[in-house]
């Protein structure tokens, strides 16, 4: 009998420190980066992709998900994230995660290039804010902006605007409790 949950083989595993201990990562970014990771081989997926961080910090970062409010463009964003790894996400599995738009990086952290770009750039964000660790926000930010991530998709088959997602991030007042963003009387 098989486990459930696939295991990395030895030659799969991230080499050199991996990103949820990173220094730069606040203790929210890093749990966001845990369960990515756990999702990722929960759903049998050899890197963690865009879509793996949009869901993990809709599930552990109170400041992101609020971006998204409690409506019903949130139930339509979370009900595609789940069916990723019953349904349409299958088709992700077979390949790697990557835009183009830079040289593919081979594997960083067990992340997929623009996964792996994501971070750095949500480490970046946080660094010209002072240096301060990189939050959920940042990351949000920097998943939302290539056209060509699977957080995007997601987005926009969710009927969600990626472009407003990043305004909303980039006006977003620290610890601000937003009714529902979708709604057009709040635009």
Request: glycine share 10%.
């Amino acid at each position: 009998m098989q486990p459930r949950i696939p295991r990395q083989q030895a030659d799969e595993q991230p080499v050199g420190p991996r990103p949820d201990n990173d220094a730069r990562l606040s203790a929210e970014l890093a749990a966001v980066v845990s369960g990515a990771r756990r999702r990722a081989v929960r759903d049998g997926d050899r890197q963690i992709d865009t879509a793996h961080l949009l869901h993990s910090l809709l599930e552990y970062d109170p400041e992101a998900r609020a971006v998204f409010g409690d409506g019903p463009g949130l139930a339509r964003l979370l009900g595609y994230l789940v069916q990723r790894s019953i349904g349409y996400g299958l088709r992700w599995q077979s390949s790697v995660e990557d835009s183009g738009a830079v040289p593919v990086v081979t594997e960083a952290d067990g992340f997929s290039p623009l996964a792996a770009s994501a971070m750095e750039d949500a480490c970046e964000r946080a660094a010209r804010r002072g240096g301060e660790p990189a939050l959920g926000v940042d990351l949000l930010a920097a998943i939302v902006v290539d056209p060509q991530a699977r957080a995007v998709e997601v987005l926009l088959r969710a009927g969600l605007d990626p472009r407003e997602v990043l305004a909303r991030v980039e006006h977003l007042p620290a610890g601000s409790g937003w009714g529902d963003p979708w709604d057009a009387s709040n635009r």
